[in-house]
């Protein structure tokens, strides 16, 4: 069986994933257009009104700074900018397909979770330690990286389970049992999942390069921070990424990324606190 049959297996197997609501397409298609104002994507989101209340709730939390002073989304947008509410609104539309309290058996599956938000806070850090301008979409690529795992192991618990335990008895990389077993990895759902979902660029190519950064192309640096904050998370033990193992670091994204001694240390200082703050988003659903 080739690579690309292999794959088409493993994701022939997940059976119907849930589809995004129409509404989200609309909105990004909106939010790229620079003459849309704040107005028409308030009106566009208030169509879902449970999207729109969990907006609200986000936006309104610790980790942006204007806790419990942002009643509407044209506010926000206008307090907090495009950029950072399209991608809490990008972030809710997709973490409210899942029920995040679901439980694997043999899974610490909310662990999964707390890596995931572990690591879009590194990421945020990373960028923001570099100067990189696009914070807000280093958070969600961070959180949102390891997607592949998270539909895999809800709808395919058992075929997860046996990469996860073949990875611990071995000592090894999940990436490595992965290939061991199906012959494809969660690069390869997740990339599936971006493509059906119509997901923006950037965010497919950190989903599908963030084990391996140059070969994002244009989006190197993007998938060199998440990649890098998905190592940095392994270190501090944030959360359960599936193995216990800390993958190697790439050393042309480490050396794209520049970081020094003291930036590092900065980026450990602050994170634990960043992560609680950004936990709220493992809270959208309740
Ligand atoms: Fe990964
Ligand atoms: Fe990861």
Redesign the pocket.
């Known amino acids: 069986m080739g690579q690309h049959d292999k794959i088409e297996k493993l994701i022939a197997n997940l059976g119907e994933l849930p589809t995004l609501p129409v509404v989200i397409q609309k909105i990004n298609a909106l939010l790229s257009n620079p003459r849309t104002t704040a107005a028409e994507v308030g009106q566009a989101i208030s169509t879902d009104q449970a999207i729109a209340t969990k907006i609200i709730r986000l936006v309104n939390s610790a980790l942006y700074g204007f806790p419990g002073r942002i009643s509407t989304i044209t506010h926000a947008i206008v307090i907090l900018g495009f950029s950072t509410v399209k991608n809490v609104i990008l972030t809710t539309t997709i973490l409210s397909r899942f029920d995040l309290h679901k439980n694997v058996q043999g899974f610490d599956m909310m662990g999964l979770w707390k890596h995931s938000v572990a690591v879009g806070s590194i990421a945020r850090l990373i960028a923001q330690e570099i100067g990189f301008r696009g914070k807000e979409e280093a958070f969600v690529g961070g959180l949102l990286?390891?997607l592949?795992?998270v539909v895999h192991a809800l709808y395919l618990p058992e075929s997860f389970l046996q990469v996860v335990n073949n990875a611990h008895e071995k000592h090894g990389l999940?990436?490595d049992s992965e290939m061991e077993i199906h012959g494809a990895t969660?690069?390869d759902i997740g990339s599936w999942i971006a493509e059906k979902w119509n997901l923006p660029n950037d965010l497919a190519m950190v989903i599908a390069h963030?084990?391996t950064p140059t070969k994002a192309g244009n989006h190197m640096l993007l998938a060199s921070i998440v990649h890098l904050a998905?190592i940095l998370a392994r270190a501090l033990e944030a959360g359960n990424?599936g193995d216990q193992s800390i993958p190697v670091v790439d050393l042309e994204a480490w050396s794209q990324l520049g970081l020094t001694e003291a930036q590092i240390l900065r980026i450990f200082e602050l994170s634990e606190g960043e992560i609680e703050r950004a936990s709220v988003f493992l809270q959208v659903n309740d």
């Open positions: 990286h390891d592949g795992k999940f990436y969660h690069v963030h084990h998905d990424p």
